[in-house]
């Protein structure tokens, strides 16, 4: 039996794009090679890996069981060609590439002091941040895309290690000069409230704290990133259900204000994703504050 890098390619691109063709151009291969390279595979194996459902192609027992490993087996090798290029071009040290996935909030406000004092104290360190909400870097996880990923709700996709990270305080914010004192909930049921959309971590933790006490949203603006919110509650627009690390410039210019309302204090909490065929190096560890057990023995 002689698989090739290229048959396992073919394979996760299919199982990602469901067709032939779409795998193909991600490949930069025709749909016939495509289709020869995905033949070819199966007749080594002995065993088809998907099922033919009209133009599409979805993985059958045996595909969803090859899936994971042909993945781990493509980053390796890509890692293998990145180090074998950085030794032939400097004899000094290897750099330590970090991947790591976060969803907004985290990615644009928690981590990158963290990753400056990384990369103070390991200059050879470089840190590949993918950020999007989190079902964006939940499939990232799966897909082994990332070495760890940081949401800030709750993941409901199976085959994943989840743990906690750290807790993050909410707060209700309005343009300074918008808004009383005070608001009871019947003001804020009636009000505008600026959201992040569906598959946001943010959106599904303001739901979680609010709707209990609110019952549903009167009106809503959805927004697709906390910065647009952030902008748009200065301008005036409406409330917003952000952290208290987002809009801390904002408050602090007066742009914005803290609105005090008969909510109890909120939070929600962030956890650390990680596909359980992943190891995590120590300096990734170290970043986010993990103990070395945090993942068990990998």
């Known amino acids: 039996m002689h698989l090739t890098l290229r048959q396992w390619q073919v394979f996760v691109s299919i199982a990602d794009a469901g067709t032939t ?7 930069a291969l025709s749909q016939s090679a495509t289709s020869a390279a ?12 998907f099922d033919r459902i009209g133009r599409r192609l979805v993985l059958n027992a045996q595909g969803r069981a090859l899936l994971d490993p042909a993945r781990a087996l493509l980053v390796a090798a890509t890692d293998l060609e990145r180090v074998a290029g950085v030794g032939q071009a400097n004899a000094g040290p290897l750099p330590l590439l970090l ?24 200059p050879q360190a470089q840190v590949d941040l993918r950020i999007g909400n989190s079902a ?32 993050d305080d909410l707060v209700i914010v309005a343009a300074a000069a ?5 608001m009871d909930l019947a003001a804020l049921a009636r009000a505008r409230w600026l959201l992040r959309e569906p598959g946001s971590g943010t959106r599904e933790a303001v739901e979680q704290v609010l709707l209990p006490h609110l019952h549903h949203f009167a009106r ?3 927004l697709g990133s906390t910065e647009a919110i ?5 301008a005036g627009l409406g409330l917003a259900c952000l952290s208290r690390h987002a809009v801390a410039d904002l408050i602090a210019l007066g742009s914005l204000t803290v609105v005090d309302t008969q909510v109890p204090p909120m939070s929600r909490q962030l956890w650390v994703v990680r596909h359980p065929g992943k190891r995590v190096p120590p300096p990734l ?14």
């Open 230 to 234: 952030k902008q748009a509650a200065a």
């Open 99 to 122: 991947r790591l996935g976060a969803s907004t909030t985290i990615g644009n406000y928690l981590l990158p002091a963290r990753v400056a004092a990384l990369m103070r104290h390991t």
């Open 21 to 27: 063709a779409a795998a193909g151009a991600q490949l």
């Open 136 to 167: 964006d870097v939940v499939t990232a996880v799966q897909r082994l895309e990332v070495d760890l990923g940081l949401i800030e709700g709750p993941c409901h996709e199976s085959g994943l290690q989840v743990l906690p990270w750290q807790r």
């Open 220 to 222: 809503s603006m959805q």
């Open 178 to 182: 918008s808004v009383p004192d005070r």
């Open 285 to 298: 560890r170290a970043l986010l504050g993990l103990p070395a057990d945090a993942f068990g023995r990998e």
């Open 38 to 49: 995905l033949n070819e595979l199966e007749h080594q194996l002995a065993s088809p890996l």
